[in-house]
C-alpha cells in the first residue's frame, strides 16, 4: 500500500494550494480519508476528513471556510484546496487512509507547505 502526496510548496500569505494523496494497493473507496499536519515543535493535528460512504466531511475550526477536502475515487486520489493560507498553516501536511471495520490504517510520507512572504 502506498499513499503519495504532492502539491506542496512555498506559498505567500493570502495565496492557494493544492494537495493531491494518490492510492495504491487498497480498495480506495473503503478508506475514509483524512489530511493531517504537524508544524515544527507542535503536535499532529488532524485538518479535514471525508468518509467513504456518503462522502460526509469534517474540517478543524482552524481551516473552515478557506480548505476543502475531495476525493475521486475513479482516480484513487484524495485532494486539499487551501485558500487564503496563513503563515500559521506552514507545516508538513501527510494523507491518512482508514477502513472503520478492519481498522487498517495508512500514512502517506508528507509534502511541506511553507507560507511566507
Known amino acids: 500500500v502506498q499513499l503519495v502526496e504532492s502539491g506542496g510548496g512555498l506559498v505567500q500569505p493570502g495565496g492557494s494550494l493544492r494537495l493531491s494523496c494518490a492510492a495504491s494497493?487498497?480498495?480506495?473507496?473503503?478508506?475514509?480519508m483524512s489530511w493531517y499536519r504537524q508544524a515544527p515543535g507542535k503536535e499532529r493535528e488532524v485538518v479535514a476528513t471525508i468518509t467513504s460512504v456518503g462522502g460526509s466531511l469534517n474540517y478543524a475550526d482552524s481551516v473552515k471556510g478557506r480548505f476543502t477536502i475531495s476525493r475521486d475515487n475513479a482516480k484513487n486520489t484524495v485532494y486539499l484546496q487551501m485558500n487564503r493560507l496563513k503563515p500559521d498553516d506552514t507545516a508538513v501536511y501527510s494523507c491518512n487512509g482508514r477502513q472503520r471495520i478492519l481498522g487498517t490504517v495508512y500514512w502517506g510520507q508528507g509534502t511541506q507547505v511553507t507560507v511566507s512572504s
Open positions: 494497493g487498497l480498495i480506495f473507496s473503503l478508506y475514509d
